[in-house]
């Protein structure tokens, strides 16, 4: 089982970046994204639920990420817009197989690699 993340990198502040996240070996119900900015506890930022078609957002990234996925290749992505220096973090891919209505109850069995997003101001 592998998730695997891609499309980190720099970017300015009001910039916009978009993350990928493959599976393989498996398919998963959930799938989402956490990030960790330095000296800070992993957060949730957005999850997908497959079966329901249900997205979920954390608070601070409501209105300006945007999670989807393509099924058929058991990849999700995350569009970042107007970045702030606060998005600034390694985000990780992570994935359940549980099947949940509330998206609040997601919790990740299987991570990925995280990739690095720097916004600067």
């Known amino acids: 089982v592998q998730l695997q993340a891609s499309g980190g990198g720099l970017v300015q502040a009001g910039g916009s970046l978009k993350l990928s996240c493959a599976a393989s070996?498996?398919?998963?119900?959930?799938m989402g994204w956490y990030r960790q900015a330095p000296g800070k506890e992993r957060e949730f930022v957005a999850a997908?639920?497959?079966?329901?078609?249900?997205?979920s957002y954390a608070d601070s990234v409501k209105g300006r990420f945007i999670i989807s996925g393509d099924n058929a290749k058991n990849t999700i992505y995350l569009e970042m817009n107007n970045l702030q220096p606060e998005d600034t973090a390694v985000y990780y891919c992570?994935?359940?197989?549980?099947?949940?209505?509330?998206?609040?109850?997601?919790?990740?069995?299987?991570w990925g690699q995280g990739t690095l997003v720097t916004v600067s101001s």
């Open positions: 997908l639920s497959w079966r329901f078609g249900r997205t």
């Open positions: 992570a994935a359940e197989g549980g099947i949940k209505l509330n998206l609040s109850a997601f919790r990740p069995a299987s």
């Open positions: 070996g498996r398919t998963f119900n959930i």
